[in-house]
Each structure stands twice: as C-alpha cells, then as structure tokens.
C-alpha cells in the first residue's frame, strides 16, 4: 500500500523528521518529493509531498503507529492533504 500527503507550509526539516519516525515503523518506506513550482514562493514548503509505503502485508499495529506518527505532526502544523 503506499500513498500520498502534503502540509503545503511544512518546513523541509520537519518533513525529514517525520520521514525519519516513520521508517522506524518496521516495514514503512518514504520518500520526499521535491517542490515543482516554477514559481518562488517564501511560503511554500521546498517539499511537495511525502509518499509512504506500507508493506502489502502490514498489520493494524503497523498502520495505527502511522497514523499516530502522522497526528502527532498534524496537532503541531495543521490538517495533512492527501494527493492524488
């Protein structure tokens, strides 16, 4: 299983540190896709989005640490966004 998520205004240090807790979950993989905008904005993040990637056979244990994981940043810097 893998998906997609964004926090539009996330800084690029903390993007890294939520790739690094999630890859101490046993099995999960990310990776950090840079930001595409031809234009500068100050605002946006360097960091578009954060893939995850669940092994295919992942327990409950496994996805409810992700999940908390990715509260934990969520209570500090606002709704993550899935993308498409």
Do not use: N
């Amino acid at each position: 299983m893998k998906y997609r998520i964004r926090l539009a205004h996330l800084p690029l240090a903390v993007y890294r540190e939520v790739a690094a807790h999630l890859c101490q979950v046993e099995g999960v993989k990310t990776e950090l896709l840079p930001q595409q905008s031809q234009q500068f904005d100050y605002s946006l993040s360097q960091i578009d989005s954060l893939w995850i990637y669940l092994p295919d056979d992942a327990d409950a244990l496994c996805h409810e640490q992700v999940q908390r994981i990715l509260a934990y940043y969520s209570d500090r810097y606002g709704a993550w966004e899935t993308v498409e």
